[in-house]
């Protein structure tokens, strides 16, 4: 069994920067490619990028030029980094792992951007 599990989120104010993690549990876990998603209040499920194993990144227009996803294989770690912090960026953001040819979520991390 393979858990996802995000962590970095909280009360930050607009204009700061933030990094999100995604660890896979076990670590030894196989994981290939990994997104991440966005789901504001009222509003459905977004999608925000994803990286491969090979590191190859792919963002949604809406995020480009503010967030970077990284990841290291060796930790079985995905991250989100977010510059420039904006109030619309309040959400609960999920990470989402291939494992044997399944996507596996996580539970999410709330992000609350204050003006």
């Known amino acids: 069994q393979v858990q996802l599990v995000e962590s970095g989120g909280g009360l930050v104010q607009a204009g700061k920067s933030l990094r999100l993690s995604c660890a896979a549990s076990?670590?030894?876990?196989?994981?290939?490619?990994m997104a991440w998603h966005r789901q504001a209040p009222g509003k459905s499920r977004e999608y925000i990028g994803s990286i491969h194993t090979d590191a190859l990144t792919n963002y949604d227009d809406s995020v480009k030029g503010r967030f970077t996803i990284s990841r290291e294989n060796a930790k079985n770690t995905m991250y989100l980094q977010i510059h420039r912090l904006k109030p619309e960026d309040s959400a609960v953001y999920y990470c989402?792992?291939?494992?044997?040819?399944?996507?596996?979520w996580g539970q999410g991390t709330q992000v609350i951007v204050s003006s």
């Open positions: 989402r792992g291939l494992h044997q040819h399944r996507w596996v």
């Open positions: 076990p670590p030894s876990a196989n994981i290939g490619s």
